[in-house]
T-cell receptor
Framework: GENVEQHPSTLSVQEGDSAVIKCTYS??????FPWYKQELGKRPQLIID?????GEKKDQRIAVTLNKTAKHFSLHITETQPEDSAVYFC??????????????FGKGTHLIIQP | DAGITQSPRHKVTETGTPVTLRCHQT?????MYWYRQDPGHGLRLIHY???????DKGEVSDGYSVSRSKTEDFLLTLESATSSQTSVYFC??????????FGPGTRLTVT
């Protein structure tokens, strides 16, 4: 089955700096890659996603890049703010969109924004 | 948040007792999923459904069963709860070709 590795497990950055979280996947058939943000005690919230026919996608201060050849994808957050502090999860799926067979998640990155 | 509710939100039960968790959606989405979240493991898929009465196993299905008799409800049953099933359980829904949205979660403690 699919295996998703996520690094780093903890990332501390100064407010205003950029943060990058990286994930690798093992199944070359995976074609959908979402990122979720989870605040303490809350549900995971989808923040951005990318499909395998696209190399990069941006939404304001966040962007995701995908390298299908190397089987890795990354989340980039620019101009970090205190409200960006949370745990971020990457995931992969074979199906289109949510996929019939569910998502395989990385183990998460705890992003800490230092004031 | 998408129209997803989970019940109960918190439950404490004893080892060996049966437990059923409910996920209810008002979005009429075809796909529904159950995940568990544990420290150090992220979220792992237990079972999923791709329509009424159509379900399949996920990565960590042992000890769990599911049922979906209506589009809006997806039930997760622990036939005989064990301490290793202490976890936070999230339900998720997805329309065909779209993203997954998560419910608020159920915190289950098995003593």
């Amino acid at each position: 089955g699919e295996n998703v590795e996520q690094h780093p497990s903890t990332l501390s950055v100064q407010e205003g700096d950029s943060a990058v979280i990286k994930c690798t996947y093992s199944d070359s058939a995976s074609n959908y890659f979402p990122w979720y943000k989870q605040e303490l005690g809350k549900r995971p919230q989808l923040i951005i996603d990318i499909r395998s026919n696209v190399g990069e996608k941006k939404d304001q201060r966040i962007a995701v890049t995908l390298n299908k050849t190397a089987k890795h994808f990354s989340l980039h957050i620019t101009e970090t703010q205190p409200e960006d502090s949370a745990v971020y999860f990457c995931a992969a799926s074979r199906g289109s969109g949510g996929g019939a067979d569910g998502l395989t998640f990385g183990k998460g990155t705890h992003l800490i924004i230092q004031p | 948040d998408a129209g997803i509710t989970q019940s109960p939100r918190h439950k404490v039960t004893e080892t060996g007792t049966p437990v059923t968790l409910r996920c209810h959606q008002t979005e009429n989405h075809r796909y529904m999923y159950w995940y568990r979240q544990d420290p150090g493991h992220g979220l792992r898929l237990i079972h999923y459904s791709y329509g009424v009465k159509d379900t399949d196993k996920g990565e960590v299905s042992d000890g769990y069963s599911v049922s979906r008799s209506k589009t809006e409800d997806f039930l997760l049953t622990l036939e005989s709860a064990t301490s290793s099933q202490t976890s936070v359980y999230f339900c998720a829904i997805s329309a065909e070709g779209n993203e997954q949205y998560f419910g608020p979660g159920t915190r289950l403690t098995v003593t």
